[in-house]
């Protein structure tokens, strides 16, 4: 990273890979749509210093999905040599997903990553079984202790769930249940400068108290903004990006996969 030049930051998150290669989620092939994101990553960043794998890599939680997702990303992304650091999502589980990715122990959550004068705390979000979020004392303490220890770096804080509702009834039933007290240690520390967050499968940008809030499409299929019940949408596969600045400031965008038709079941009323 040149000292003038921000640090490129690339978010991915909810593959939801098979141990089938073929396997589909809502009719989509995530293997292949996986694949296509990855390609666009590719091309468009070619100065990534950063990969964040935000959760739901797997859909089976199967030692085959996750050592396939460690193959992929070192085939399609390989010559990029960015270090990843990984969430587990609710459809994860720990024990076969570290072992299958070859994950280095210190780049799952809960840990914490440093690069230039921003660090990244990544938290584990999940409830062992359960599908909401819940971030438990020990968890909120992990946060707190890599808050205290950041010091005048800027922060980004990384997890699974959603902190904020949505706007989707059915999703936010899922949200972080101890949103208010994740918000209070936050609240403590002005160097926060963004929360990120994957499961929602759609798109958010906002803000709370000068701390930017962002969500990321998923790597395959997208969930409808603001329905009641369960509801996919026809928007593509896509990623976020981030320029994260010396002086705290931060760029990012969403980039999605153009021109290719998903194959999407909208009559499916749950995953």
């Known amino acids: 990273m ?27 092939e995530t293997q292949d749509s996986l694949e296509r994101v990855l390609a666009l990553v590719r091309a468009e960043q070619p100065h990534m210093d950063l990969l964040l794998a935000t959760g739901d890599l797997s859909q089976d939680a199967s030692p085959e999905s996750y050592r396939r997702l460690r193959r992929t990303l070192d085939e399609k992304l390989a010559p990029l040599a960015a270090p ?46 359960e599908v909401p979020g819940e971030l438990f004392e020990a968890d909120l303490a992990f946060l707190d202790q890599a808050l205290a220890a950041a010091g005048e770096d800027h922060v980004m804080v990384c997890l699974h769930h959603h902190p904020i509702p949505m706007g989707c009834a059915w999703l936010d039933t899922q949200v972080v249940a101890s949103a208010d007290r994740f918000f209070a240690v936050l609240d403590r520390y002005p160097r926060v400068r963004a929360v990120i967050w994957g499961h929602v499968h ?28 369960f509801a996919v949408d026809d928007t593509a596969p896509g990623y976020r990006w981030f320029d994260l600045y010396a002086d705290g400031r931060i760029e990012t965008q969403v980039s999605r996969v153009e021109g290719v038709h998903f194959e999407v079941d909208f009559s499916v009323k749950g995953y």
């Open 84 to 129: 990843i650091y990984w969430l587990e999502g609710n459809h994860d589980k720990p024990a076969p997903m570290l072992s299958a990715l070859q994950a280095d122990p210190s780049h799952v959550s809960p840990c914490v990553a440093r690069f230039g004068n921003w660090t990244f705390v990544m938290l584990d979000s999940t409830i062992p079984g």
């Open 2 to 28: 040149g000292e003038n030049r921000p640090l490129r930051v690339v978010q991915l998150s909810d593959c939801h890979l098979f141990a089938d290669e073929a396997g589909k989620l809502l009719g989509l």
């Open 202 to 229: 759609q798109e958010y940008a906002g803000e709370r108290h000068g701390v930017a809030l962002y969500s990321v499409p998923s790597t395959c299929v997208q969930f409808k903004p603001g329905s009641e019940d």
